[in-house]
Nanobody
Framework: QVQLVESGGGLVQPGGSLRVSCAGSRMTFSLYDMGWYRQAPGKQRELVAIITSGGPPTYADSVKGRFTISRDNAKKTVSLHMNDLKPEDTAVYYC????????????WGRGTQVTVSS
């Protein structure tokens, strides 16, 4: 069974930076589109960023210019570098993997909390 394990969340002040990472296992990592989603209290889970193997990343409008997603297929990791963090970025951040060409082969990590507060 594919496993996705997030790390790197925490508390940061507004305007600060943080990186969250996700390590995949039991998967041919390069065959998956990898993404980050987030869910704030009382809100629906929303897409933050997606990166395919070899394609350009896609970002939610709310994070464009501040967040950068990257992947390392050899290490089976995907990271999200977050700059200029705002209180509204506070959420649980989830790693997501989708097998290329499939709409049903999906996996989620358990999430990591990111809190932006002074």
């Amino acid at each position: 069974q594919v496993q996705l394990v997030e790390s790197g969340g925490g508390l940061v002040q507004p305007g600060g930076s943080l990186r969250v990472s996700c390590a995949g296992s039991r998967m041919t990592f390069s065959l998956y589109d990898m993404g980050w989603y987030r869910q704030a209290p009382g809100k629906q889970r929303e897409l933050v960023a997606i990166i395919t193997s070899g394609g350009p990343p896609t970002y939610a409008d709310s994070v464009k210019g501040r967040f950068t997603i990257s992947r390392d297929n050899a290490k089976k990791t995907v990271s999200l570098h977050m700059n200029d963090l705002k209180p509204e970025d506070t959420a649980v951040y989830y790693c997501h993997a989708r097998l290329k060409g499939s709409s049903t082969v999906l996996y989620w990590g358990r999430g990591t909390q990111v809190t932006v507060s002074s």
